[in-house]
Each structure stands twice: as C-alpha cells, then as structure tokens.
C-alpha cells in the first residue's frame, strides 16, 4: 500500500501581491524558460521582465476573483487524501514564500515509501522535470534519491474517466448534443525546440484526447495549444489563430467547447485566456463558445488520484531530471 505521497503542482498566487514573486520564480526556472546565456545573466534578465509583466498579468488575475485557485485546489486534493488514510505533503513549485515551510517539512515526512504525485498528466520537462530537478538541487541527496514518482498518467482510467465524465456532465447541463458539438481541446504549449530535445508533452497530450474521444465518437474535435511566450515557434496549431479562423474548418457545428487537456485545475488560462479571449473570438464568428470546467475537486478525480497513485510505475528522480547538455539552446547552472 502506497500511503505516503508528496503532492506536487505550480502553485498560483493566492493574492495579487504573490503574482511578481510567483512570475519572477516561474520565468527564471531554466527548465521552462532555455536561453545560451549564464545563469547570473538570464536570472536578471527574466527577474526584470517578470517585474514587468506583472502589472499586465495582475490586472488579469483581477478578472478571476485576484487569485489563482490551484494553491487551495490542491490542499484540498491533500485533505481529501489525508480523510482516505494518505499521509501528504504539498509542494507549490512556483510560491517562492511557500519553499521554506516545506524544506523544514520534507526531511522528516521523506522515506523511502513517499511518492511524488505530480499534478500534471502529461509528462514534460517543463513540469514534472522542473520539480524533480528542484527537489535535487534543494534537497539533500540522501532525500533527493528515496523519492519514487508518477511520471504521467495521460491514458490512465484514473485520469481519463473522471476528464470523460466532466465533459458528459456538461454537455448535459447545457443540452449540447454531440452531433452539434465540437470539442476544442486546448492544452498549454511548449516550444518546438523542446519536443526536438527529446520532450514527450505532444506525444502524451495526442494520448490522452485519443482516449477521452472514444467517448465521444458523434462530435467533432480538434486539438490547438495554448499560452504562447516569447518568439520562437512553439507547438502548433495554436489555439489562438483557430478560435479566430474557426469559420473556416468548423465543418458546420453550431457549438464549440473548450476542453482544458492538459490542467486539473482551473487557473489564470482557462479563467481567463480561454474564458475571455478565445470562447469570445469563436462567439465573435457567429458560433456559441463554451468552457468546459477542469477536474478541480470531483469525486471521482479524488478517486483517480488513488487509483494512479497504487497501480502505475514508478521513477525515480534522477530519470526525469533533463541533462544540462540535452540539445540546444539550453544553459548551465551554478
């Protein structure tokens, strides 16, 4: 029986003054953001575009209520396990304010029986790699090595089935029928260099909205990636350009749903980019748009995460950490 297990996620603001901070800690994470500067370098850099960016990106939090939901999403996901017999811990990758509660924390709650629960179906080094490469560099190595994670779970019945019952339920509770219906399915992106460096996000993103699919075998779908940064290319389509060009390939379906693949909880990008830019934009073309809720906290996510957590294999952390010299551009650490 696996009972202990440590929780993992982003960990979005919980107030507007946590956005600097938490876009700071997100843009100079050099698993998301690879440049061929020196560390010192990119750090400053990004720390002055993250003090500037968030004016932009605070006034947006203002439109969904000043806050992000996935810090208490996920405590109440630890709650909830702790009430099924679970010893857990969280883990905010992106809270800066929150590292030192838990680094007092891990060694005690940390052994060889822990596993690292990441809330990110979908493998990349972005994500889960990023949280394995921190718990590596903050952790001692005694510590670093006990942990046992869940790569992903993109076609895992824990995860597929409560996604399938999420999309039933709300096409019920819209009368949306699936012959009328397209399912825009629209995960976050990455960058194509990434996916050249050997990343597995696209591949297991395609797994996933096969499976959810086989359940809805009448309606239409299409996948377009979402939340673009900076100027390289990044994985297409992207959603964006076909929420404004939908006229052209919708084939005729009068209702569009948009369908948050890749997040379990709702956030900044289906709250507010999908919610307010991209459902607008289809509605704009003459179609009704909708926003497909994520996970959050159902039931039978609840009982998902149980299930993913006893049955899947495990990895440990030194097999999701991206090598320093894994394709280019990337850069050193100090």
């Known amino acids: 029986m696996r009972n202990k297990v440590l929780l993992v996620n982003f960990g979005g603001p919980r107030n507007l003054d ?11 994470d050099g698993d998301v953001i690879r440049t061929p500067m020196p560390k010192f370098v990119q750090d400053l850099l990004f720390t002055y575009i993250a003090k500037k ?11 969904i209520g000043g806050k992000s939901p996935i810090f208490e999403d996920t405590e109440w996901l630890a709650q909830s396990l702790r009430g ?34 990441p809330l990110f179906p979908q493998f990349s080094y972005a994500t889960t ?10 952790l001692c190595r005694r510590k670093s090595r006990a942990l046992s994670w869940v790569k992903s779970y ?49 591949k297991e993103c395609e797994k996933s909205y096969k499976q959810i699919m086989k359940a809805f075998p009448h309606a239409g779908s299409v996948v377009g990636y979402q939340s ?14 076909l929420s404004e060009s939908i006229g052209s390939w919708n084939k005729d379906y009068p209702y569009v749903v948009f369908v948050p693949l890749s997040f379990t909880s709702d956030h900044i990008e289906t709250l507010f980019e999908v919610e307010q830019q991209y459902v607008t934009a289809v509605n704009k073309s003459g179609l009704k748009g909708y926003r497909c809720p994520a996970l959050n906290r159902r039931a039978d996510w609840l009982e998902g995460v149980s299930q993913i957590i006893q049955e899947v294999d495990l990895v440990s952390t030194q097999m999701l950490v991206r090598s320093l010299n894994q394709g280019c551009p990337c850069r050193g650490r100090s």
Do not use: C
């Not at 290319?233 to 350009?241: A, G, H, L, R």
């Open 18 to 28: 946590e956005v600097q901070p938490f876009l700071k800690e997100l843009l100079t």
């Open 53 to 63: 960016r968030s004016v932009k990106i605070a006034e947006d939090y203002q439109h």
């Open 84 to 117: 099924m017999g679970y010893e857990v811990l969280t883990f905010h990758r992106y809270l800066p304010m929150t590292h030192k509660a838990f680094l007092d924390q891990a060694p005690d709650f940390i052994d060889e029986n822990t596993v690292v629960f």
């Open 129 to 138: 790699g990023s949280i394995a490469r921190w718990m590596q560099e903050n």
């Open 154 to 202: 993109s076609e895992h019945k824990g995860f597929i089935q409560p996604y399938i019952n999420t999309i039933s339920e709300y096409l019920t509770e819209n009368n949306l029928h699936q012959k009328e219906t397209m399912l825009f399915f629209s995960p976050h992106g990455l960058p194509v260099s990434y996916v050249f460096q050997g990343d597995i996000y696209k």
């Open 228 to 241: 673009q940064f900076g100027k390289a290319e990044w994985i297409k389509p992207y959603t964006n350009e």
